[in-house]
């Protein structure tokens, strides 16, 4: 009876309970340079700034074309991050910052130059949370 009850028990935490699911997290995006420090800012990257609804570790940031995926199972990232080991906790980036404990997918690779008009999709994991975000560069 207490091996029912304990299987019975675990059956209820996986299938009813949020403890086992990855969260899906709720991603928001602007453009323009009103009151932004840009500082270390690349030629060419546009200025566009993503937040998150709570700060996290994150342990990959990807923009992708939404063309590209359509077409591709595995399309070339504009711009992508991995965690190192430790990425420190944020609410908000820019496209193309060096977030600190994150570096490139491919070593030296900075992002690309986004292109005015093009629906882009920025993908955001924190450990087994994840979240998408789809958004268009208008150039500003």
Same mark, same amino acid.
């Given at each position: 009876m207490i091996l029912a009850a304990c299987v019975l028990? *675990?059956?209820y935490l996986v299938y009813f309970t949020t403890? !086992? @699911?990855s969260k899906t997290l709720l991603i928001y995006h602007t453009t323009g340079t009103r009151g932004l420090a840009l500082r270390n800012r690349q030629p060419g990257v546009p200025v566009i700034t993503f937040a998150l609804e709570s700060s996290m570790r994150l342990t990959e940031v990807k923009v992708v074309a939404v063309a590209a995926l359509a077409t591709n199972d595995r399309p070339v990232a504009m711009w992508h991050l991995v965690s190192i080991s430790n990425s420190i906790?944020? @609410?908000s980036f820019r496209y193309g910052q060096h977030i600190q404990g994150m570096k490139p997918f491919v070593a =030296? =690779?900075? *992002? @690309?130059p986004l292109e005015t008009n093009v629906a882009y999709?920025? !993908?955001v994991t924190a450990g087994r949370d994840q979240g998408q975000h789809d958004f268009t560069y208008t150039g500003q």
């Open positions: 028990l *675990a059956v403890w !086992f @699911k906790p944020c @609410k =030296s =690779s900075p *992002a @690309k999709r920025l !993908f």
